[in-house]
């Protein structure tokens, strides 16, 4: 719906503007989201959130080979999403920390609410 009036409201426009993010924040939030856009890079989120996991048994879990799992592992430590620590020869993964958590039970929640009031 677009507005026929020509009114600016200068108090409001004033108000937002000092709270606008700059371009480099909003665009580092774009990448975070990016980075969750993927399936299979969800799917990896959903199986540390029960805890610290190796690459073998990650990839057991998400059903894809060890090398393919490395790769998206690479890419959610890249954007801080998790993070790993090294045991002898092995490697664990983590979430990064507690916001990681907070935006994947929000998002999960949400979804699911969706997901049921579809279904009734």
Known sequence: MDCDCEIIHYDMV????????DEETLLLMADFYKALSDSTRMKIIDVLYEGELCVCDISV???MTKSATSHQLRYLKEMNLIKS???????FYSLADSHIIKVFEISKSHVLEAKNEENC
């Open 14 to 21: 004033e108000k937002v503007k000092k709270r606008v993010l």
């Open 61 to 63: 879990l998400i059903n």
């Open 85 to 91: 620590r090294k045991q002898g020869k092995e490697v």
